[in-house]
Structure formats: structure tokens, C-alpha cells
């Protein structure tokens, strides 16, 4: 834990007057409202898509504390979205980075770095210091734990979460409304939901998002307004549309209900079904072949055909000279093109879905089949670094 | 009885991106039922193999979460509009 600036609290300094004067000037604000925000505690969970615009203006609209938790470091990929970091902090520790943002724009603000992954085992400690948890993470066993611990806590729980073009946020406060297992009781098996890595995300859509956090947040601590508690907001960003759905609270709730079977933090993990590598939990029982192998055979001329499974909008960013692009999901419909007694070779950018494409022609009798270990994001790494990653 | 089904992003790929899709149907079940035999495709992002409506996907009739009504027997009535929301969790 690192602190970055030590801000007294019982009141505004003249400075501070002038930097909050456009909230002072509101009476729903005010001079209370604004040494409210002073003495909050917010800790937000990852400094990714949704941390970057939540934690710039949370700090912009002078939160006293703002703890982050984040264990990742800053790479290309992250910056078409994370606006918190720039390019020259590609290789830094996302807190590191976020850090020196946020305390350009608001040195008033205590920054309280976690550099660490939020766990069953730290999760409460981290949170009791706190008032409000902002869940701004990327994966569901980390959003079940943070609700979880909320719960058990009694703190509220700001949530939002994106996929391509589709936003969610709600308020989940269980002493006053529903929680996150009310609205979602069991997340989704491993493999069948994409996450954004896989499936992308519109680098606005976290901005969005992660702004109505915010404001959800500064309204939980000035008191202003009507919270999302008990209301799901749905936005959909291709038809620019707002929906607003009634969240209940469920009296057979596992951790908020009457009888809650969950009193304490569980393995998330395993309540997600997740277990060891991502890649090996899938891949069991799959024939792989190493990129460099591959290479070998094509050099050698030896008879074989190279499948790729991707996208087509995929395959014109780049693609293996010789491969075939049959997309994942023409998979069935296409295999008569495939000859069972010619070498297959399967790949995809990371080794995922060409590993089902795999297993699903394992099942309808090819034999001579393998995945490609590690996609094409491999075969750059391994055998031709011209190929560009995504 | 028409009622609209409202398709969210994620699934739109699989209803040749359309974001609302009609059916006849006179309950829940029925219209969602429809809707997976016309969008093949869509059948297994709603419905588990045992065929049960899965668990992280959540439909409103209106606004209001059909687990609170009368889950999939709950009626629909002419011009009614169904959500599907699934859970999603990127961030």
C-alpha cells in the first residue's frame, strides 16, 4: 500500500473553494455536499476501461480517499479505451500510471494504491475501510466476490459492466435493495460468454459506463437524487438506447436472501467454474501443435491444410500465408470440405475457439486434426513477428 | 398474440442483427421458444442442454423480471415486449 498525498478534512481550503466552486454554487451540493465527498472513502476495483473515467472524475470531484485496486500493467491494447494511462506508461504498473494521472488532476485527493488481486483472503480487509466499492472489474468470479463482500460488509456495491456495445450499471446496496446474485444468481459456464478481450469492446461504451458510476457514486455520498438501487440500466450503445429495468430482491438470495446460505467469502473460482489455466481447462484431450512445428512442415512441403477459424473481419487484419478461413461458427455446415485423410491444422488468434472447432471434427470422425497452440498470436511470437497481434 | 422480443447486442449476430424480432406467442415460453427455432443459432445461448432457460439470462416482460411473475408460463399479450438480458462482465 502506498499513499500518495495526506489530505487534512474538516474543512475546504481557499484553493479548494475555487477549484469546487461550480459545486459549491449548487445548492444540492453545496459546502456540504462538498466536504461530503471530502470525507468519502471510495475504493474501486481495477483501474482498466470502467476505473479510468470513474476514478479521473471521482477525483475530480474531490473524494478525500480513493483507494484502486489493480494488479495489471498498462499495455497497446488497453489505451484505445483506458484514458487514464497514456502511451508513455505502456509497460508500467496500472496503478503507478493512474496514480500520477490523478494526482495531476487533483492533488487534494488521498490515492491509496492496492497493487494486488482481490481475493477471498483480502477482500474483506480491503473493503471495511472503506464507504462505497466501485466494481469496475472484467471477469465474474471477481464480480461475485465483490458483491459477496458487500454484502457481508453492508457497503454498496456500484456496478458496471460492458460487452461490444452493451452497457449495464445498477446500485446493489443488500440493506437497502437487491444484490448482483439477486439479479444474476449463478454466472455463466466458462467458454459460452466472451469475455472483451475476446470479443471486443467499443472504447467509448467503459467512458459511458464508467461515468454513471461515478455519478452514482457522488450521489450515494452527497445524498442527492434517486439511486440505481433496485434499477438496472441497460444501454445499447448501437441504437442509443436507455432502458430501465425493476430489480427485486430475492428472498431465496444465497447471500442477501432470508436464509442466506453464504455467510462468508467462498472460492470464486470454483463457483465459476474457472480452474487453472484458461487455456488447459478447455484444451483437455485436444491434439496441439506447436507454431514452430507448423513451420517445419511447410518448409519441408509436407501435405497439409491449415484452417482458420476466425472471423472474416479477423482475417483481413492478418492471417498464415496458405491458411483456409472457414469461420468458427460454418464450421458444421463446411467440413465436407475437408478431406479425414489429409492433416488438419486448426488455428484461431489464441487458440480458444479453433480448439472447439477441434474437438467438434474430433466427434465427427477427422482424426488427423490438431490445434495450433496459441493462435496466431503465437505463430507471431514464434515463427514470424511481422504478423501484427490484436 | 405479437410480441416483440428485444435482442440484446451480444446475441444480435445470431438474428441476422436485427434488435427486435416478433413472434406469436401466447406465453413467455412460447415466444422464446419461437424465437430459438427461427434463430437456430440463438438456442444455446438461452436454453441450457437439458433445454432450461439458462441461469445468466434474464427475461422482463415490460420491465419486470418473469422470475417475479409467473417465470415462462407468465402470458403475454399483444404488443407486450420481452428483454433478454443476459449477464455480461467486462470492464
Redesign the interface.
Known sequence: MTTATLAPSSELSKDEILRYSRHLIMPEVGMEGQLKLKRAKVLCIGAGGLGSPLTLYLAAAGVGRLGIVDFDVVDFTNLQRQVIHGTADVGKSKLASAQESLRDINPNVEVVSYETRLTSQNALQLFVDFDIVVDGTDNFPTRYLVNDACVLLGKPNVYGSIFRFEGQASVFHARQGPCYRCLYPEPPPPGLVPSCAEGGVLGVLPGIVGCIQAMETIKLIIGQGQPLIGRLLVFDALGVKFRELKLRKDPDCPVCGTHPAITRLIDYEQFCGIRGEEHTSVMAGIPEINPREVKRMMDEKQPFVLIDVREAHEFQICRIPGSTLIPLGEVPKRMHELDSATEIVVHCRSGQRSGRAVEFLMKAGFHKIHNLKGGILAWSDQVDPSVPKY | MAVKIMI???LRQYVGKQ?QVEVEARTVAEALSNLASEYT?LR??LYNPEGKL???V?I?LG???I??LQKEQTPVNENDVL?I???????
Open positions: 440484446p447486442t451480444p434488435d443459432e444455446r445461448h439458462r441461469s445468466f434474464n422482463y420491465d419486470e423480471d422470475r417475479f428483454s438480458v443476459p449477464s455480461i462482465a467486462g470492464g
